[in-house]
């Protein structure tokens, strides 16, 4: 590939610029900030889209520049024998783009991501393997021609794109490192044991539920029960008040003779006769005494004294003796009396029985009623104790079965980790070998641009297993270390572009853009440094080599310089001196 010429308009630093590239090696010169590295973005812009741009879509166009302004890349180039023109351009802000490529004068491919496409045919690489064989960035070329082979790796692998693989294998060491080591021994685990835990789990559930509603069963019904045994207690009462009636009852009522008022009413009678004979006696005594005056204490006559004192002793005899039989009839009714007062307590009783028992039959006729609730709770109760001995049977299923899934998990957590360690070892292993195969592969077309680029000076470079690169002089490989500071700079070119050879399997790599390797040299090591790259020209069809160092314009030819114009944009002040 040859880039002809790049047209920019209102593309980051360029208002608008056309910059003509000769073939061979071509200086773009200019200081820092100029907008050198601009051309190498704007020219992977144009050919692959936003992806090659630093920020995407964004930022492209000028600053300042007005949004209806757009920003557009054309680029011209050969290829493979042909003349291809692309035109990219931005709109609405960045937010849409727009693109065409010609072949020759035929419109090949236009849109954006058509053109994209037809460029990636074109050059059998996407962007990003474009992009890593034309594009040599600064600090490559010193890596490789370097003192340290460790950093010689790292640029190969970088340039050779491993660092996805690494990243992967970062990715794989963090994740093993994640599975600590577990029981490797075998033991028979079903393989549906999760579903099954899964299953004990949802019926510990429901029998947890049954139960629960058993209990609530039960709770809802023992007030009922309670009232029940409650009332059963006082019927037990009842029957036990009622039994001692019992006795009381036993006796008919004929035991008990008359009636209290006909016993008490003969009584009262009887006690008023003995009290008036009582002082009837009591009389007669005192008129015995009034006999043995001289008159008669009835009429005051003269007393028949022996005849008075007769009748009054047989009036006394008789009320002695009427009194007597007055004391023992009052001794009979007191025996009724006392039978009168317990006929009067067993109607009492009486009563209280039928009382008792109207009240019993009640409560047995409720008790009845509640009956069946007791045999409803025995049942809820059983079904209760029932679905807890389930309960603790499938609670233990649960807990062997969790245990064993534990076990199990741990199990293949120690494979899982095991088979991403040996994957980590793996892809290491293959990492190796793609840097061992570059390694070997570098050598051919290493020494063979070493050979050009030092007019057979040198004639063969390699690297060996510890990636130190040996060149050899006399026959005889040496470490760069024993060669001087300019020949090490060419062996680290001829290393890069080897590389690039290496990538570019499709075609030849013919383009190159080397982008500030010249950083740090002295005067005699980029001479013979830039005397290198000419004579790598061809069959290199173009290097654009950027740099910083005006200096140099007096070793190349072909130079373009870069620099600001009033307003502060990007400009070409030096047309190229072409020398194709
Ligand atoms: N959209 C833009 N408009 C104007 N200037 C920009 C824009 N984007 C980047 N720049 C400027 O371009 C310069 C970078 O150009 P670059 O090509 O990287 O410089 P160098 O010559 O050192 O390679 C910076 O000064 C940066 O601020
Ligand atoms: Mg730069």
């Keep these: 590939m040859i880039l002809r010429h790049l047209q920019l308009t209102n593309f980051r630093k360029y208002r608008s610029a056309r910059i003509e590239f000769p073939a061979g090696l071509v200086g773009i010169v200019g200081p820092n900030g100029a907008g050198k590295s601009t051309l190498f973005e704007a020219f992977a812009w144009v050919l692959f889209g936003n992806g090659m741009s630093r920020t995407g879509g964004f930022g492209l166009a000028t600053t300042g520049s007005r949004p209806r302004e757009p920003c557009e890349v054309e680029a011209e180039f050969e290829h493979a024998g042909e003349v291809y023109r692309i035109v990219r351009r931005l709109t609405g802000r960045g937010i849409s783009s727009w693109a065409k490529v010609h072949r020759g004068k035929t419109l090949a491919a236009t849109g954006p991501i058509a053109t994209s496409r037809f460029v990636r045919q074109l050059l059998g690489a996407d962007a990003r393997t474009f992009l890593r064989i034309v594009y040599c960035r600064q600090g490559e070329v010193r890596g490789l021609s370097g003192d340290f082979p460790t950093r010689r ?103 008990f003779g008359e009636s209290l008022e006909g016993v008490m009413r003969r009584w009262l009678e009887n006690r008023g006769r003995a009290s008036a004979l009582s002082a009837r006696v009591a009389e007669l005594r005192r008129m015995k005494v009034g006999v043995r005056g001289t008159s008669c204490p009835l009429c005051g006559g003269p007393i028949q004294r022996e005849e008075l004192l007769g009748r009054l002793s047989r009036e006394g005899d008789e009320c002695g003796e009427e ?46 009623e ?39 998990r741990k199990r293949s957590a120690n494979r899982r980790g095991k088979l991403l360690h040996r994957l980590a070892e793996l892809l290491e292993e293959f990492r190796d070998a793609l840097l061992e195969r570059a390694r070997i592969a570098l050598g051919d077309p290493a020494s063979d641009l070493l050979e050009l680029a030092t007019q057979g000076r040198y004639t063969d470079l390699q690297l060996d297993r510890d990636f130190r690169a040996r060149m050899a002089d006399g026959g005889r490989p040496f470490v760069l270390e024993r060669f001087s500071g300019g020949e090490r700079d060419v062996a680290g070119v001829a290393l890069r572009v080897g590389l690039s050879r290496l990538l570019s399997f499709r075609h030849p790599a013919e383009f190159l ?38 200096e140099i314009e007096d070793s190349i030819p072909a130079v ?17 001196g072409c020398d194709r």
Excluded at 343 to 356: F, H, I, P, Y
Excluded at 376 to 395: G, K, N
Excluded at 560 to 576: H, K, T, Y
């Design 370 to 408: 509640m009956k069946g609730v007791e045999g409803e709770i025995r049942l809820a109760r059983d079904r209760c104790q029932d679905v807890q001995r389930q309960i603790q049977e499938w609670v233990g299923k649960e807990s062997a079965m969790r245990t064993a899934l534990d076990w199990a």
């Design 153 to 255: 790796r790292e640029v190969i692998a970088e340039v050779a794109d491993l660092g996805l693989l690494d990243r992967v294998l970062r990715q794989v060491r963090e994740d093993s490192a994640r599975f600590p080591p577990g029981p490797t021994e075998s033991k028979n685990i079903p393989d549906d044991l999760e579903e099954r835990l899964c299953e004990a789990r949802l019926r510990i559930r429901s029998l947890r539920r049954e139960e629960a509603e058993e209990r609530g069963r039960v709770e809802s019904k023992e007030p009922t029960l309670r009232k029940l045994q409650e009332i059963l207690a006082e019927v037990a009462l009842l029957s036990r008040h009622r039994a001692a009636l019992q006795p009381i009852l036993d006796r008919g009522e004929e035991d």
């Design 513 to 550: 853009i080397l982008d500030e390797v010249l950083a740090g040299q002295d005067r005699s090591r980029r001479r013979i440094l830039l005397a290198a790259l000419f004579r790598l020209c061809p069959p290199l069809k173009q290097i654009l080599l950027i740099t910083h160092m005006e």
């Design 323 to 368: 009194l007597r039989r007055l004391a023992r009839e009052e001794r009979e009714l007191s025996e009724l009396r006392k039978g009168a007062e317990r006929m009067r307590d067993r109607r009492k009783a009486q009563r209280e029985w039928d009382g008792l028992e109207s009240r019993r039959l009640t409560l047995e006729k409720r008790a009845a």
């Design 560 to 576: 373009i310089r870069i620099g600001e114009d009033e307003n502060g944009f990007a400009q070409v002040l030096a047309p190229s």
